[in-house]
């Protein structure tokens, strides 16, 4: 079950919704005024997993781990 963000288009208001199914997306109300008239947000969760993996292993952290070679 995802978390969305949302952003109100009326009041402004930033707010997170539980959502069973992406379909309902639609049906999102603010929680603030009321207004469907909501835009959903790009989460940093989201635009990092659409981009890949931000993190990276070099040798010297790898060999202080003891997961990679030395």
Known sequence: MPIFE??????????EELLFNTGA????????C???KVNKKISMFASK???G???SLD???AAS????ST
């Open 6 to 15: 949302f952003e109100c288009s009326d009041c402004d208001r930033e707010f």
């Open 25 to 32: 997306v639609n049906e999102v109300i603010c929680p603030e």
């Open 34 to 36: 009321g207004s469907s």
């Open 49 to 51: 997993a659409a981009g």
């Open 53 to 55: 993996s931000s993190f």
């Open 59 to 61: 040798s010297s952290a």
């Open 65 to 68: 781990c003891n997961t990679g």
